[in-house]
């Protein structure tokens, strides 16, 4: 067993995985409060958008699929590099890339709530790893150091971002959707 900063490798892994289970929540209720403070601010431009998706229903779930698409393709590009420093960490990658393509082709397809969710989930859970292992050693560093910074990490977490809020609305709004694609 490895010890670094007090905490044995197992020791690390549980306490990354559970403030992954902490942090979750907080986001997605503030994703869901940024839109109810949006609609009491702006109510008329919120329905103005509300009436402008609901005319054209696949325009939320397409920018869904390709968020989910583009952020699986920059996984999948950095699945090599990974496996260079950690094999398990491009096997990682490559399963993370392949998991957010299919949602992604999922999304142009079905509306699903549990999709939606299961997506918003998926990729809140990789923001959030991408923060920790900034914070904490990841599991099977080889430095015992936290990853640096990357601006690709970022636009990647960004996109993640983008994906997450815009499953909440998916899911928020989802009988308008399942009605009008019908």
């Known amino acids: 067993m490895n010890m670094q900063n007090g905490m044995t490798d197992p020791q690390a892994l549980a306490f990354a995985l559970s403030t992954i289970l902490m942090l979750s929540m907080p986001f997605a ?30 325009l939320v779930p397409f920018g869904a699929a390709v968020l989910s698409v583009t952020a699986g393709v920059i996984h999948l590009e950095l699945a090599p590099e990974h496996a ?65 910074l990357e601006i690709v990490g970022i636009f990647t977490v960004l996109i993640e971002v983008a994906l997450v809020i815009a499953v909440i609305y998916l899911m928020r709004f989802r009988g308008k959707f399942s009605e009008t694609l019908q």
């Open 29 to 58: 209720l503030v994703a869901l409060i940024g839109i109810q403070i949006f609609r009491a601010l702006a109510p008329d431009r919120f329905e103005e958008i509300k009436e402008s998706i609901q005319t054209s229903p696949r």
């Open 84 to 148: 260079n420093q950690v094999a398990v960490w491009g096997l990682f990658f490559a399963l993370v890339g392949m998991t957010q393509i299919a949602c992604g082709l999922a999304l142009l397809f079905w509306s699903n709530r549990s999709l939606y969710a299961a997506t918003g989930y998926i990729d809140f859970l990789l923001a959030a790893i991408y923060v920790i292992v900034r914070i904490v050693p990841p599991p099977l560093s080889p430095t015992g150091e936290p990853e640096e």
